[in-house]
């Protein structure tokens, strides 16, 4: 049976990419891989929105994560942390283990933070270091308005803006610079279309400036020697070769087709799915909808046992479930990194044979329809 | 034209392995991944020779060394470490930033250190808690004798054994258990025969132990976590799939070959190899050889970017210089992982041809010559 993978991560890799990471290695101190790994630099500054260093670390997006803890903090400084979800809560507790007091800021699981509790938080702790943020929280489907955030946060305090852009990148819009970030993470394995095993960080002169400051001891995740062996292309330690030429190639493709249509075109396919899966009468989870991955409840009577076996078996698709509280409540589709409209349409069509396995009653092909004609509009 | 990697990691991949990590993702929270990540704690165990768990970690060996100090150890400990080259350099630097008091036992780069000099640093510091010892040094292509040093460790003290894998695993004869190994390293793209990415680390029981009265501060490289996930075959963050799929292809090879006559292969292209050289009168550097790779002193007049330049143009092969102090004076050729018999007539063919057109004076043939008898002895 044909695969297809919809789920936030891994998310589909081209073909093109699969082949071109299975040609024979290059050797990372030699001259093919430092014009490959000029290349990806400039290339990530174009993903990111940026004229600012954008690291490429051979680790998973939590230990990119770590990277900007350990690098722009030090024990007992204190930061603001928004926790709506699996991975916010994890922004929470990982500095903790570091010695930084991190200010919890809570909101419900599908609700989007807003500007006025960031600002709060930071009137009341005026000494706040950094603020972290998750652009698109994949466990709720959720994101918030980066912009109006950031801004708000450089009006109101020195704090650096550090944003988990980690199923945002290359999805969602983000203008680092014009944004005001100042540390911006993402997995390889997400809106980069690529094999987990890299993060990207980027990071503004202001985080770079703080990072000459941080006590923390580091070693393999010291970005200030990364740092300085991007001056001369070159990686501290050795990197995922394979993935590193998966990244080269991925995005070219990001290039060619355009960072704003690639924001665009996620937009578009969220928004079409949503329709779908809405006019088959099921309910959807976040009221603030990421463009990366939609979490949709699960109906009445309908296991998620049942209904994520169905689609795997009878259909070849792989979904996510709920997370935390939601485990068996809702399920998660992707639209991140590869996917065009007739995913879409494809997936919907899926989803209605799956509910109708379940006992779930519907008309046969109206989701399909309603996806469709949300992209013909 | 042909190209051939000498280097010793990232070393060659073999072709089914390439097209294996060039299938579609498997999703890694999914039974398909559980089944193969299954099959390759299996056969780690067996490479190492252990009935202990091996982790898998995102990274590359530098991290895995990290994961081994900030686990094991607590700031404030005191551990001896060897330095015997740029690898043993880096073991002392880095348990040191982590507020490790570290011993530093010195030995000349190409000599072994012996296991006297560990019992007598061990003698002077008798609260020692580990002992990190590189089993074979990358930059000098130099082993030690790790049975009889860890040995001679755990009749003398109670300090953790901790071993620098790896240039060794998959290549030098290594038994984890019977040797009373407590922590080993390797990376991926060495005697695993798979791209750079990926981490493995031994533990034995009493290593385990030592983790749960350690207070240094980690998150992403939290051993106790990721010993928790592999009870039902996962990982703590998301792993690099495509790697892994890698790594249990490498090690059906390794498997199938028999991990003994994987040692015994290797014994034999170092021993060949060098017959090769020594016989066009090129001397080599170090004084306690490993099977993974060799270094050759530069012969007098011959230039190292010439040499290295020649070597890639006029015959495709890239092999590695010297470092530190013997940068420009010697080149390192490995034959680690996946090299057999003719691999290293072909490299001593292209190393007369080089030479030759270096100006150095030689017969041509008689090192070829030379490695062939060898082989056929």
């Not at 936030?8 to 990372?28: D, F, K, N, Q, S």
């Not at 009341?124 to 980066?146: F, N």
């Not at 639209?335 to 069509?349: Q, S």
């Amino acid at each position: 049976m044909k695969k297809r993978l919809f789920t936030p991560g891994p998310t589909p890799v081209p073909e093109e990419i699969l082949l071109r990471m299975a040609a024979p290695l290059i050797h990372h101190r030699h001259p093919e891989f430092r014009a490959m790994f000029r290349r990806i630099q400039t290339n990530l500054r174009y993903l990111f929105q940026t004229d600012q260093p954008v690291l490429t670390l051979t680790c998973s997006g939590t230990g990119g994560m770590e990277a900007l803890f350990v690098n722009l903090f030090s024990p007992g400084d204190t930061i603001v942390a928004v926790n709506g979800g699996k991975f916010g809560e994890r922004w929470v507790q990982m500095p903790r283990v570091f010695g930084i007091t991190t200010v919890e800021v809570t909101v419900p699981w599908g609700d989007a933070v807003d500007s006025a509790q960031i600002v709060e938080a930071l009137s009341a702790h005026p000494d706040a270091k950094g603020v972290v943020l998750t652009h698109s929280e994949t466990s709720t489907g959720t994101s918030i308005d980066l912009e109006r955030i950031a801004g708000a946060v450089r009006a109101n305090s020195g704090a650096l803006v550090c944003v988990d852009g980690i199923s945002s990148v290359g999805a969602h819009e983000l203008r680092f610079d014009s944004w005001g970030i100042d540390a911006c993470v993402t997995g390889s394995q997400k809106g980069l279309m690529i094999p987990p095993g890299l993060a990207c960080v980027a990071l503004s002169s202001r985080a770079r400036e703080a990072m000459a400051q941080s006590t923390m001891p580091k070693f393999y995740f010291d970005l200030q020697r990364a740092l300085r062996a991007l001056e001369t292309d070159d990686t501290p330690w050795t990197p995922a070769i394979t993935l590193l030429a998966g990244l080269d190639a991925a995005l070219a493709l990001i290039r060619e087709e355009g960072v704003e249509n690639v924001w665009n075109r996620h937009r578009r396919l969220a928004s079409a799915l949503r329709a779908g899966v809405s006019a088959l009468g099921l309910k959807l989870f976040s009221r603030a909808p990421s463009v990366a991955v939609t979490p949709v409840w699960l109906p009445d009577g309908v296991s998620w046992k049942e209904f994520s076996e169905t689609m795997k078996t009878g259909s070849g698709v792989t979904i996510a479930g709920g997370q935390g509280e939601f485990t068996g409540k809702i399920f998660r589709v992707a639209h991140l990194g590869y996917f065009d409209n007739l995913d879409m349409v494809a997936f919907v069509a899926a989803l209605e044979l799956t509910l109708q396995t379940c006992g779930y009653p519907l008309i046969a092909g109206s989701g399909v329809a309603a996806t469709q004609a949300a992209f013909m509009k």
